[in-house]
T-cell receptor, first 115, second 110 residues
Framework: GAVVSQHPSWVICKSGTSVKIECRSLDFQATTMFWYRQFPKQSLMLMATSNEGSKATYEQGVEKDKFLINHASLTLSTLTVTSAHPEDSSFYIC???????????FGPGTRLTVT | DQQVKQNSPSLSVQEGRISILNCDYTNSMFDYFLWYKKYPAEGPTFLIS?????DKNEDGRFTVFLNKSAKHLSLHIVPSQPGDSAVYFC?????????FGTGTRLKVLA
């Protein structure tokens, strides 16, 4: 149980275009989903927290107009990187939490390369 | 400022021996701590956790120790197996929001 999927697993896009990444909880309802970004040899950095049906809460320094997060249902959250630039190239990982538990279950991540 | 630190970027251990991974934190308000294991190109997998009101939690080969006075957390793996080779992240939580350490790459030698 507690499986989280992400799609796509990797994507290459050109500067100035937008990319959407999907995160789905496959066998449980995710009351809260989280989006992280990982740079090479660095830790996971929390970008934003989203609760189903409400606006996402962004961490300091994360541009909410650039990284659009939608959590439309209890099993799906999307992250859209708008007007992508090469510095947005990174590994993006989502996680999901159910109910009041502490454990977060992570997706496999999406490698974004902006050329 | 890194609130959660894993000062050893890598660790090599012989198969069958004990692996000890360490994690230090600075914020005494953290209320929950977790260890995750991560393979390349995959998301982290939950291993074991501990509440701030406890000092030890054990699950099979994995034991997590919490020393609140020292603000120190450790993960013990006994006995270590080659399949344990991965990057291990500790994470500390305040109100269900995680802060991750930078990870320690564990290599278990057969």
């Amino acid at each position: 149980g507690a499986v989280v999927s992400q799609h796509p697993s990797w994507v290459i896009c050109k500067s100035g275009t937008s990319v959407k990444i999907e995160c789905r909880s496959l066998d449980f309802q995710a009351t809260t989903m989280f989006w992280y970004r990982q740079f090479p040899k660095q830790s996971l950095m929390l970008m934003a927290t989203s609760n189903e049906g409400s606006k996402a809460t962004y961490e300091q320094g994360v541009e909410k107009d650039k990284f659009l997060i939608n959590h439309a249902s209890l099993t799906l959250s999307t992250l859209t990187v708008t007007s992508a630039h090469p510095e947005d190239s990174s590994f993006y990982i989502c996680s999901a939490r159910s109910g009041s538990g502490h454990e977060q279950y992570f997706g496999p991540g999406t490698r974004l390369t902006v050329t | 400022d890194q609130q959660v630190k894993q000062n050893s970027p890598s660790l090599s251990v012989q198969e069958g021996r004990i692996s000890i991974l360490n994690c230090d934190y600075t914020n005494s308000m953290f209320d929950y701590f977790l260890w995750y294991k991560k393979y390349p190109a995959e998301g982290p997998t939950f291993l074991i956790s501990i509440s701030s009101i406890k000092d030890k939690n054990e699950d099979g080969r994995f034991t997590v120790f919490l020393n609140k006075s020292a603000k120190h957390l450790s993960l013990h793996i006994v006995p270590s197996q080659p399949g344990d080779s991965a990057v291990y992240f500790c994470a500390a939580s305040i109100n269900y929001k995680y802060i991750f350490g930078t990870g320690t790459r564990l290599k278990v030698l057969a």
